[in-house]
């Protein structure tokens, strides 16, 4: 697998540097929830790796929803435009934390957010762990973001091509 990877670009140590961090700040930020519920809304399949690394720097009490997008058909590293999304969570009246692996197009977290608000939730902050540097991915809002990186396919750490290469424990380029 890893003679497939051009680079890795960013390594296991980092990523857990940089995900302890986001449980850091988004401990902070909902310490005065109080008793209102938030939900944990994980964008499968790509946020698989990040959600149950993430979760464990969450130590308040907080319910894990999980939900379906894809916005790729067959070997593409192209995003579709319109992604499908599976089931939605159950969020009335919680505070949301919707955490995706990576802001691309920004078209799944953009569509995700828009279905949740129409689900009357009391908040929604969203949380992603890469951001590709693009003006698409810029303007969506995304009140925590892992890592900024240049416009390249990535891979590892639950992101995939073709549905290989989640397991790689690093985020790698490759160049299908
Ligand atoms: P967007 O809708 O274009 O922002 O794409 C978001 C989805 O496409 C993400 O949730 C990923 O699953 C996938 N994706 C976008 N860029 C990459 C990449 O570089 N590697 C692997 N998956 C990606
Ligand atoms: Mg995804």
Known sequence: MIQDIDQILIA???????????GEAITKNLEDVGE??????AVMTGSLIFVADLMRHLPMK?????????????KSTKSNNDPMLGKLPEVKGMHVLLVDDILDSGKTLTRIRTELEQLQPRSIQS???????????????????GFDIED????????????YYRNLPDIGIISP
């Open 127 to 145: 949380c992603v762990l890469l951001r590709k540097k693009l003006d698409s991915a810029m303007h969506v809002p995304c009140e925590y973001v």
């Open 152 to 163: 390249e396919f990535v891979v590892g750490y639950g992101l995939d091509y073709d549905g």
């Open 36 to 41: 209102h519920e938030i939900a944990l809304v």
């Open 62 to 74: 907080i319910q894990i929803q999980l939900m379906t997008a894809s916005s790729y058909i067959g």
């Open 12 to 22: 296991r140590g980092a990523i857990s540097d940089r995900v302890r961090e986001l």
